[in-house]
Structure formats: structure tokens, C-alpha cells
T-cell receptor
Framework: EPEVTQTPSHQVTQMGQEVILRCVPI?????FYWYRQILGQKVEFLVS????????KSEIFDDQFSVERPDGSNFTLKIRSTKLEDSAMYFC????????????FGPGTRLTVL | DAKTTQPNSMESNEEEPVHLPCNHS???????IHWYRQLPSQGPEYVIH???SNVNNRMASLAIAEDRKSSTLILHRATLRDAAVYYC?????????????FGKGTKLSVIP
């Protein structure tokens, strides 16, 4: 069964450094998403991406964040100048298209900012 | 998205049916009712969705009240693998948004 994969599973970084979280969505999917979950809190939407551009973003997704689909398979989230409060699980998701299509989530990347 | 209310936690015995309630008294006519779950240390997983009629799939059933102000996710035979946080999410088809807005959900514990 096709699945969304994410690398790395755990990333430790120093405050102020840049990190890139990588995702490989399901191959024929058209919509891509990033969510995050701070430990013990709700899953929060960050951004959605369709047709090579951002289609929606939340207030969390400020200039510190960027997304890219550098080739036909990867979808990345870049966080510049990381802060302690960026420590969270980051989930990538993809869907086939259409409002009712289910979103398939990856296993997440745990980001720890020291 | 319209607001949903779910119990913080529920318990079920293994192999028993589980009824997970969700109240959404401010639901609009274009809101679809979606359920996702999150197993421990995993990403969320789609369970089921519906608009007005009851729905069944291989994972669960969704019973929607006639006035649509509440719904119930039914797991017919709970297994240990069903222990998870279950999220009831309203998605407005008319809003043009594809994002999922998660609440705190219901943490289901399954007792062997």
C-alpha cells in the first residue's frame, strides 16, 4: 500500500540553525501539506501546496518557513533560524485531489531545537 | 470550521463495540463530518466521512443525527490497535479550504 515517507525521523539542531525536513508524498497525489504538533498539544495546519505553489497557509507559517517541491517526488519544509518553540513533530500529508479526498499522513519528523 | 465537542477520554473493553460521540450544533449545510485518528507516536489517519446519511467502511461506521447537530463514530469490535485519539472534524465544502482543523479529540483506551 502506498504511503507517505518522511526523513529524518528525528532532527536535533541548535537554535538559529536552518533545517530542511523532507517528505515523499504518494506518487500520484496532487495536494501536499505540512502540519505540526507540539508535544501534548493539537495537530496544527501549517501550509498546503498545489500546482507548484502555496494554496493556503496558517498564521504560524511566517517568513521563517518555506516549502518547495524541488523535483517530481520530494516535498520539503525549510525552517530558517530555528527557535526553541519550533520543537515539535512535523507531519507531511498528501491527498489525491478533490475536497473530499482523504489526507494521508507520514510518520512525522521530530524536531528538537536546543 | 464550525466547532465540535468531544469527550476528552473513553474506555472500552477489547472486542466490544465503541460509540464515540461528537456534537456540532453549529454545523452548516455545506459542512462534511470527517473522522481521523492518531495512534500513539504516529501521524493522523483517515477513518471515515459523511454529509447526511450514515456511512460504513472497513474501519468503522458513522451515524449522523437527523438534524446533523451530532454524530457518532462506531467501532464494531474494538481491538488493542484501536487505542488512539479520535478527532471529529467539520470541513466546509463552500469555504474552498483543504486544511484539516484538529481539536483535542477523544482519547480511546482499550482494555484487554
Amino acid at each position: 500500500e502506498p504511503e507517505v515517507t518522511q526523513t529524518p525521523s528525528h532532527q536535533v539542531t541548535q537554535m538559529g540553525q536552518e533545517v530542511i525536513l523532507r517528505c515523499v508524498p504518494i506518487s500520484n497525489h496532487l495536494y501536499f501539506y505540512w502540519y505540526r504538533q507540539i508535544l501534548g498539544q493539537k495537530v496544527e495546519f501549517l501550509v498546503s501546496f498545489y500546482n507548484n505553489e502555496i494554496s493556503e497557509k496558517s498564521e504560524i507559517f511566517d517568513d521563517q518557513f518555506s516549502v518547495e517541491r524541488p523535483d517530481g517526488s520530494n516535498f520539503t519544509l525549510k525552517i530558517r533560524s530555528t527557535k526553541l518553540e519550533d520543537s515539535a513533530m512535523y507531519f507531511c500529508a498528501s491527498s489525491g485531489g478533490g475536497f473530499l479526498n482523504e489526507q494521508f499522513f507520514g510518520p512525522g519528523t521530530r524536531l528538537t531545537v536546543l | 470550521d464550525a466547532k465540535t465537542t468531544q469527550p476528552n477520554s473513553m474506555e472500552s473493553n477489547e472486542e466490544e463495540p465503541v460509540h464515540l460521540p461528537c456534537n456540532h450544533s453549529t454545523i452548516s449545510g455545506t459542512d462534511y463530518i470527517h473522522w481521523y485518528r492518531q495512534l500513539p507516536s504516529q501521524g493522523p489517519e483517515y477513518v471515515i466521512h459523511g454529509l447526511t446519511s450514515n456511512v460504513n467502511n472497513r474501519m468503522a461506521s458513522l451515524a449522523i443525527a437527523e438534524d446533523r447537530k451530532s454524530s457518532t463514530l462506531i467501532l464494531h469490535r474494538a481491538t488493542l490497535r484501536d487505542a488512539a485519539v479520535y478527532y471529529c472534524i467539520l470541513r466546509d465544502r463552500g469555504a474552498g479550504s483543504y486544511q484539516l482543523t484538529f481539536g483535542k479529540g477523544t482519547k480511546l483506551s482499550v482494555i484487554p
